[in-house]
């Protein structure tokens, strides 16, 4: 029986969905393979959410220290370090986010363990991990083994599994103080900022007309802008968009712009590339219009149309002048 250790994500106090996402699938692992899932959360002094981890494990490791109430990517990596040569766990799971991304591959190169990142899956196949990555912008799903080892780093991508709480656990929660001798950091935490809402909160919007590159230039941004006003939406975006400077970086959706949660999204020009999709997980229905059939996007989709995306405007236009 082997363990599988899941890093907790948590900003301000609260825990980010990665990690109940992570530790869904965790779960599934475990109860498959009867390995032991323990949570390791890395922060302040009796953080908020420690009682709800502890509901999805079965155990937590908490390093707790004043000093870690906010992330820090050599912290973690000499904490991580140290707790997976004490316990030696299978498999490390670290989401593959802005965190993740900081001291996951630093990680692997100091314990020696492998390391795959932005993987959508991972199973066990002969005790050993394989996981399922997406290339070629998400139209080919392959499946990646590693060489063999003690141990495996896996990153896992934001919204690949569902959040909710399964199994019935009630972790035991063991508190760990911070070591004493851990080098300095580098790295120094300054200030945690949130992005301003903007003129417009696309978060807060029911309808969402979200545009991408495929509309091919700034000029049509403000017939997409006509577009939405008549429908009685909110426009946002894909990066590209903002990259461009055709819209304010407030519009973008997606894991480096925010979550929406609109009833209606309406995907014009938009690929589907996950860090876009990350993004609307929490939307009700999502309808993409994209000339190519084999857009990722259509994965995510409840309704698709395969066309042009001016002509779906124009006709949706005509249809609410009538
Ligand atoms: C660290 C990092 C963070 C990122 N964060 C984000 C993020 O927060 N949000 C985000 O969106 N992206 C983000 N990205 C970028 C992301 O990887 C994609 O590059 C981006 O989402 C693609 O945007 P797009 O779908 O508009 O463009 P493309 O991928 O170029 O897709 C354009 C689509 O338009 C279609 N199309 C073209 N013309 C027409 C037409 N006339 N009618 C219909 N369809 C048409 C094409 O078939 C294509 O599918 C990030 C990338 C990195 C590396």
Known sequence: MGEIFVVVEHRQGEVREITHQMLWKANDLCEKHA???????????????????????????AVEDDGLKDFNGDLYKEILYRLMQENHPLVLMIGHTPWGMDFGPALSVKTGFPIATDCVDILLENGRPKVIRQIYTGKIFSKVSMKESDGYLVTMRSGAFPADKVGDRKGEVIKKEMPADLPEAAKQFVAFEEAGAGAVDITQADLLVSIGRGVGEQDNVAVMQEFSEIIGGVLSCSRPVVDKNWLPKYHQVGTSGKSVKPKVYLAFGISGAFQHVAGITGAGCVIAVNKDKKAPIFRVADYGVVDDLFKIVEALKEKCSA
């Open 35 to 61: 390995h032991t899932l323990t949570a390791v959360l890395i922060g302040g002094k009796d953080e908020p959410f420690i009682n709800d981890i502890a509901e999805r494990a079965d155990k937590v490791i």
